[in-house]
């Protein structure tokens, strides 16, 4: 059962990620972008140089092929949680690209591997505004509040249009009532 847990940043996916590795320690935890050695020298170019929409897209295409080929398809038969997947990929991408290319590279990039099933954590404008100002900001964040609110929805557009399971979590609640509900979700996915 390959998982994902998606949110625009500052959601708590990070968070609830910790814990579900003390909730789940069976299972294989990744992360996009930044997780294999190429992907972590990958997220660096991403976040933190100058580049194009293009590019940013084919860096973001690379470290996923690499995910999926050193980490998900050996461990397929296994509980994969992952932090991010093709889900926020095309979710971010498609405010410059078309829906149906992206879908297509990333079939191409992950050999059609997508999650099974999604949890969003999702944000209002007003909570997400508090927690952006709590910290200093990479080049996504940079874009702004109303655009990370279009990605919140293009992430729940997304899950619709690939016909992916998910559920819809309100991030503002309590780190433990999010994590009770997370557990209760994947408890009930693996039995």
């Not at 980490?71 to 038969?77: A, C, E, I």
């Not at 944000?123 to 508090?130: F, G, M, N, P, T």
């Not at 619709?160 to 503002?172: H, K, W």
Request: overall charge neutral; glycine content about 4%.
């Amino acid at each position: 059962m390959y998982i994902a847990l998606e949110g625009i940043d500052t959601a708590g996916k990070s968070t609830q990620i910790e814990l579900l590795k003390k909730d789940f320690p069976e299972a294989i935890f990744i992360k996009e972008p930044g997780f294999t050695e190429i992907g972590k020298k990958l997220r660096e170019i991403i976040f933190h140089e100058n580049i194009s929409k293009k590019t940013e897209l084919f860096l973001f295409l690379a470290d996923r092929a690499e995910t999926i080929e050193k980490m998900v398809k050996p461990n397929y038969n296994k509980l994969i949680i992952s932090d991010r997947s093709v889900i926020s990929g095309i979710a971010y991408a498609m405010e410059w690209f078309d829906f149906d290319m992206l879908v297509n590279l990333n079939k191409f990039a992950t050999d059609s591997i997508f999650p099974n099933y999604v949890i969003i954590l999702k944000l209002e404008k007003e909570e997400l505004q508090k927690r952006l100002n709590q910290k200093e900001h990479d080049n996504i964040e940079k874009r702004g509040i109303d655009y990370l609110l279009k990605i919140q929805q293009n992430i729940i557009n997304t899950c619709n249009r690939l016909e992916i399971p998910y559920l819809l979590l309100d991030a503002s609640k309590s780190v433990e009532e999010i994590n009770f509900r997370i557990k209760k979700a994947i408890s009930g996915l693996i039995k």
